[in-house]
Nanobody, 121 residues
Framework: QVQLVESGGGLVQTGGSLRLSCAASGRVFGINTMSWYRQAPGKQRELVAS???????NYADSVKGRFTISRDNAKNAVHLQMNSLKSEDTAVYYCNADRILGPLGIMYDSWGQGTQVTVSS
């Protein structure tokens, strides 16, 4: 069973930086689009950034110019570099893969367990 495992969350002051990572465990033959979502208390989960297998990126307006998504296809991993963090970036961040090709076939819409990011002023 392929799983997405996240790391890198924590507590940081306003203006600081954090780097989130997410890697697929198990035997993986390929992953299509990988994304980062976040969910703040009392709010709906929202897309933060996504990157296709070919490297095309997409960002929420609220993070453009501050966050950078990247991926390492050889390691089946995706990263989110977050700079100039603001208090409104505080949320649980989730990794998502829309399609993972593994030995048992295609897994659709896979999610990591989430990692907390807290930005304090």
């Amino acid at each position: 069973q392929v799983q997405l495992v996240e790391s890198g969350g924590g507590l940081v002051q306003t203006g600081g930086s954090l780097r989130l990572s997410c890697a697929a465990s198990g035997r993986v033959f390929g992953i299509n689009t990988m994304s980062w979502y976040r969910q703040a208390p009392g709010k709906q989960r929202e897309l933060v950034a996504s990157i296709t297998g070919g490297g095309t990126t997409n960002y929420a307006d609220s993070v453009k110019g501050r966050f950078t998504i990247s991926r390492d296809n050889a390691k089946n991993a995706v990263h989110l570099q977050m700079n100039s963090l603001k208090s409104e970036d505080t949320a649980v961040y989730y990794c998502n893969a829309d399609r993972i090709l593994g030995p048992l076939g295609i897994m659709y819409d896979s999610w990591g367990q989430g990692t907390q990011v807290t930005v304090s002023s």
